[in-house]
């Protein structure tokens, strides 16, 4: 059908619908309570439309559209859309961090606490976010020490001749050896963690009484201490915990400030009434013509909380057309109600206007040096870091992986000022093995500047890299092998624990003597922001190939399907899910019948197991409604990264990459 079709044959259902370009790739995902009106308005002849949304309708070449019961279920799916295809004309809440939560993995024989920025509905119970992130190295190591569950990952069967050192320094209670922990004991202890960690300290206080007063009495009195003990650490530690779950002030509050195309955001987090952390979110390239404050704050909400942990009340600076939708679906998801609030007077009120004062000086610290000094600040730039021209092309390096795995970096080029998102570049790196950053910088900057200097691009003024000495170092070897000594490297150097700040810069040639800026300079605002672009666009490119490891790992788990047919599947299908649905002669031309067989085979036994699971939520054998968060979206930088779980020919699960050992004692944090 063509587009005039499709517009004739809308619905007036609610639902959600998605403008395409003439590529195919979304350009727009919108919410409406009656699709007919809602898309048909964007066509009308005579409706006065803004600069953006004229350019959006020129661009549109196709239409799809999803049916919905409700609104609430329209307005989760297009933020669950809009966070999948990041359309062009739609608000997009960018940040490159991830608080982290704690995991009480309660669908395990014998549970264990660990900290996860992912959250995934496996049947666990999720804890956060813990606002700053210490808070929760803090808590876990409260949890190990004082209720003593396990922290290995080894399969537990009782069957262990003795324990390891966890058991001898009292930080596990040992159910891995059947004499030291019976599992109606241990789960006792899981049961104490959960109540601490959803912060009902009086519940827990009142239970480990109890057990202590009965330990004596059976003239257990080694037991009736332990229990004493718990009971005084819990007492002593429920004022200073700041748990997502507390009933009492559990509030977020957002405030912003714009000028023009530019807006930053502010969120203050509010937990047992007192400001625990600070998030900031910016925007650069927003409609000055046309732009709706309330429409903005109402997109901006709908993506944060897909993503993060639901507070009880919601301060916002104004109200929105979609406020009481929204409030009842975070209330469906949070499980009981959620108030979404405009203060109008009183001390909620000046708590807007703080975070709002906030939100203005993000965007002084953010946008100051965009204005139209930034020649002063260049020249400035020059004359700090004693150039031999005007820093008129910036371009700037940054590496990421995670303990060396999927090893990228990026490049951002700043021009006069401004960051020029065409010009940037991302390489995979190639040559390196292991976590070795000074070696992928090399290879970054060399394949760079050799390719620049093949095409006759232009070569930059100075080069930023992210990092301290050895990537310095690093970088110019590289440039050295090309002959580009000329040009000037500085080192960006992080203070220790604070990856947001810059603590000095290393000029190459004069590492000796590191050069500390003022924290008000100009200049610092504008290393600083070049080097946080630099960041986020390699952080992206990691995730991004991180997220194509797994999307793919499942294909090559399969016998008899290697990188080739695996690509060639992908090339062929589109996406892994056609895969599994494809038949045995629809795969054969690919990869052959034997190996069709196979693949048809595996996803076979893949549905087989996951039927069981369901049939063994719906008989009660465990409860996926108990987890208490959940994410949409839930990639990120995760601290317990895991690849896809694939089966083999007997339907037992692979582990990715070697074997684990059967007696792994190592943490994950």
């Known amino acids: 059908m063509v587009l005039e079709e499709k517009l004739q044959s809308l619905p007036t259902d609610p ?5 395409k370009d003439a590529a195919g790739r979304p350009i727009y995902v919108g919410k409406a309570k009656n699709l007919r009106h809602r898309v048909r308005s964007y066509f009308q002849s005579n409706r006065a439309l803004d600069v953006k949304t004229r350019e959006l309708v020129r661009r549109i070449a196709d239409l799809e559209f999803i049916v919905t019961d409700t609104e609430v279920e329209a307005l989760v799916l297009e933020s669950n859309l809009i966070k999948r295809h990041k359309p062009r004309y739609n608000v997009l809440l960018k940040d490159d961090k991830q608080y982290p939560h704690l995991k009480l993995t309660v669908n395990e024989p014998f549970p264990r606490v660990m900290i996860t920025r992912r959250i995934e509905r496996d049947g666990a119970l999720y804890f956060g976010p813990f606002l700053p992130a210490s808070l929760a190295r803090r808590t876990i190591d409260l949890v190990n020490r004082t209720f003593q569950l396990r922290t290995c990952d080894i399969d537990i069967d009782g069957k262990l001749p003795r324990p390891c050192l966890e058991y001898h320094i ?6 891995c050896v059947k ?65 997502a779950t507390s009933p009492d002030r559990d509030v977020d509050v957002f405030g912003y400030h714009r000028e023009g195309a530019r807006l930053a955001l502010q969120l203050f987090t509010m937990r047992e009434g007192r400001v625990v952390g600070r998030r900031e979110f910016f925007w650069e390239d927003l409609s000055e013509e046309g732009f709706d404050p309330s429409a903005f704050l109402s997109e901006v909400l709908a993506q944060y909380y897909s993503t993060d942990y639901v507070p009880r009340e919601i301060y916002v600076p104004l109200d929105f057309e979609d406020r009481e939708l929204l409030e009842r679906a975070l209330s469906e998801r949070r499980g009981r109600r959620v108030h979404i609030i405009v203060p109008q007077r009183g001390e909620k ?5 703080l975070v709002e004062k906030n939100a203005r000086l993000a965007f002084e610290q953010r946008f100051r040096i965009l204005k139209p000094d930034m020649q002063r600040v260049l020249e400035e730039l020059q004359e700090t870091l004693e150039l031999p021209r005007y820093p008129a092309r910036i371009e700037s390096f940054d590496v990421s992986n995670i303990s060396g795995t999927d090893t990228v970096a990026a490049l951002v080029v ?7 998102r065409a010009e940037g570049r991302r390489f995979r790196i190639k040559t390196v093995e292991g976590a070795n950053d000074p070696a992928a910088m090399r290879e970054a900057v060399f394949r760079r500047y ?11 003024d100075v080069v930023l890299i992210d990092g301290g000495r ?22 960006v150097v992080k203070p220790p624990g604070r990856h947001n700040d810059v603590s000095h810069l290393l000029v190459h040639g004069r590492e000796c003597d590191p050069l500390r800026l003022d924290a008000h300079s100009p200049v610092l605002h504008l290393v600083q922001m070049i080097r946080d672009e630099t960041h986020r666009a390699a952080v992206a490119y990691h995730r991004k190939r991180r997220a194509l490891r797994d999307f793919t790992s499942e294909l090559t788990a399969i016998p008899g399907v290697g990188e080739k047919r695996k690509n060639r599947l992908l090339r062929s299908f589109g996406s892994i899910t056609r895969i599994a649905q ?29 039927a069981r699971r369901d049939q063994a939520a719906s008989d009660g054998a465990f409860d996926p409604a108990a987890v208490t968060t959940s994410l949409v979206d839930p990639r990120g930088e995760a601290d317990d990264l895991a690849p896809i779980r694939a089966l083999d020919q007997q339907g037992r699960p692979l582990l990715s990459g070697t074997r684990r050992r059967r007696r792994a004692t190592r943490k994950r944090e």
Do not use: W
């Open 15 to 19: 639902g959600v619908y998605i403008y």
């Open 170 to 175: 009292k930080r596990c209670l040992g159910p």
């Open 179 to 243: 004499e030291l922990c019976s599992p109606e004991q241990y789960q006792e202890a899981v049961r104490d963690v959960r109540l601490f960690l959803e912060g009902k300290n009086k519940e827990l206080v009142e239970e480990l009484e109890r057990r202590m007063y009965a330990a004596a009495e059976a003239m257990n009195f080694e037991l009736a201490a332990k229990y004493r003990d718990m009971r005084s650490t819990v007492l002593a530690l429920a004022e200073q915990q700041k748990m």
């Open 349 to 353: 009120r000046d708590l807007v206007e």
């Open 414 to 420: 700043c021009e006069n000022g401004r960051i020029n």
């Open 450 to 460: 050799r390719r620049q200097l093949e095409e006759g691009e232009p070569l930059p």
């Open 470 to 491: 050895a990537q310095l170092q690093a970088a110019a070897s590289a440039m050295r092998e090309l002959d580009l000594e000329a040009i000037p490297l500085v080192g």
């Open 582 to 610: 494809a038949s045995i002669a629809e795969l054969t031309p690919f990869v052959g019948r034997a190996t069709a067989e196979q693949i048809v085979a595996h996803f076979a036994r893949q549905r087989e197991v996951s």
